[in-house]
């Protein structure tokens, strides 16, 4: 059973994996995320550098960079590259439920870098997370590309280091391809 494009608009808007009472589209913690009807909350960029709309070749050991943009509002931070839970636990950090690659080492396969906004062009300054997830698993056809996973804000109790984690998602449309 396949679900309309409005349908999945609802679900993806409705998650609060975590019960914090904040979506996970929306939650950045103590930061205020950025809001527009065309980018909600968190931003991602699907093979960075490459012009919109998002077109990505599957293959059996293809993978795909995509980057998580680290958000930044006057003098706050929405660090992505620190805050993101990443090798702790890399099956934590999923697309479309495929978790991030892996190094020899057990590591999640991510870098540190300011990545230029797809829409724009320009870069925001603060570093941004690029990590390669697998390509094969990936289904055909136009789809969100949804990067799913947890982070800590240090706000949130700086002083409790077993404070849970919370939840983000973000979110870009591609075309997977042959």
Same mark, same amino acid.
């Given at each position: 059973?396949?679900?309309?494009?409005?349908?999945?608009?609802?679900?993806?808007?409705?998650?609060?994996?975590?019960?914090?009472?904040?979506?996970?589209?929306?939650?950045?913690?103590?930061?205020?995320?950025?809001?527009?009807?065309?980018?909600?909350?968190?931003?991602? $960029?699907? +093979?960075?550098?490459? /012009?919109?709309?998002?077109?990505?070749?599957?293959?059996?050991?293809? @993978?795909? %960079?995509?980057?998580?943009?680290?958000?930044?509002?006057?003098?706050?931070?929405?660090?992505?590259?620190?805050?993101?839970h990443l090798n702790d636990n890399p099956q934590t950090l999923l697309l479309n439920g495929i978790p991030v690659k892996v190094n020899q080492s057990f590591q999640g396969t991510c870098?540190?870098?300011?990545?230029?906004?797809?829409?724009?062009?320009?870069?925001?300054?603060?570093? $941004?997370? +690029?990590?390669?997830? /697998?390509?094969?698993?990936?289904?055909?056809?136009?789809?969100?590309? @949804?990067? %799913?996973?947890?982070?800590?804000?240090?706000?949130?109790?700086?002083?409790?280091?077993?404070?849970?984690?919370?939840?983000?998602?973000?979110?870009?449309?591609?075309?997977?391809?042959?």
């Open positions: 059973m396949s679900i309309t494009s409005d349908q999945e608009q609802v679900n993806f808007l409705s998650v609060d994996g975590d019960g914090n009472s904040v979506l996970d589209f929306q939650d950045c913690g103590s930061f205020i995320c950025p809001q527009s009807p065309s980018s909600p909350g968190h931003r991602i $960029d699907v +093979k960075p550098s490459y /012009p919109v709309p998002k077109v990505i070749s599957q293959g059996g050991d293809s @993978v795909i %960079t995509v980057a998580i943009f680290s958000e930044a509002s006057g003098n706050l931070t929405w660090d992505a590259s620190a805050l993101v870098s540190i870098s300011d990545v230029a906004d797809p829409v724009t062009g320009l870069k925001s300054g603060p570093k $941004d997370l +690029k990590c390669q997830f /697998p390509t094969a698993a990936l289904k055909l056809g136009t789809q969100w590309a @949804v990067v %799913t996973g947890v982070f800590t804000d240090p706000a949130d109790n700086p002083t409790n280091p077993t404070l849970p984690p919370r939840n983000f998602s973000a979110r870009q449309l591609i075309t997977v391809v042959p």
